[in-house]
């Protein structure tokens, strides 16, 4: 059993069918990038993964249970699949080890006396121990990302969503960030990103899927899809992300 199986999803807002018959498997351990135009549905589809919109028809299983948005049981799964998006959404009334320590002492994961050793390991792994007593505004963009990755981790999750966690850095900033996804994939994290980083996606991702028109429209390994594209929309995308 795979650890995300996605059946024949779709999804409309409104008029708009935005994912049009959508099936995909994620095997844990397994970096899976999804590339794509804005509009192909890329970001929908990690939305529906986590629960944050539900399906009109088909079906997402995560580690074999059923995933909508009026699941039982909705606060565990989502501490077990981590989703991390391109506006950091820190609290900026909080310091760095509060935003990271929230959600673990709500949910009765850790106890307070052990809250700070947490911060201190994950902002460890995100290479930002020295701004556990930082505020937000302190912080650039960049660190401001790497304490929102640091924040997932925290909640020790078996499968992390990034969604373009890059595209509202400036271009300098960019690379601290994928240094930190790329650590987290040698690690064995289960991951599933879109992006429009490339270079990350040719060096980093096991497979690549490449989404069109709200479906999956070519997937495979990188080296594969970037140097012999079977389809014209793909070789296009490739042309015009150079």
Sequence with gaps: MALVEIRDVHKTFGKVEVLKGVSLDVE??????????SGSGKSTLLR?????ESVDSGEIRVEGQKVHAKMPGLKKFRQRVGIVFQAFNLFPHLKVERNITLAPLLTGRIEKAKARALAEDVLTRVGLADKIDAW???????????????RCLAMAPHLMLFDEVTSALD???????????????????????VTHEMGFARNVANRIVFMHQGRVWEQGPPARLFASPETPELASFIASAK
């Design 28 to 37: 844990e351990g397994e970096i899976v990038t999804i590339i794509g135009r």
């Design 171 to 193: 271009p300098e900033l960019v690379g601290e960030v994928l240094k930190v996804m790329e650590a987290m994939a040698k690690q064995g994290m289960t991951m599933i990103l």
């Design 48 to 52: 529906c993964i986590n629960a944050l």
């Design 136 to 150: 937000p505004e302190q912080l650039s963009g960049g660190q401001q990302q790497r304490v929102a990755i640091a």
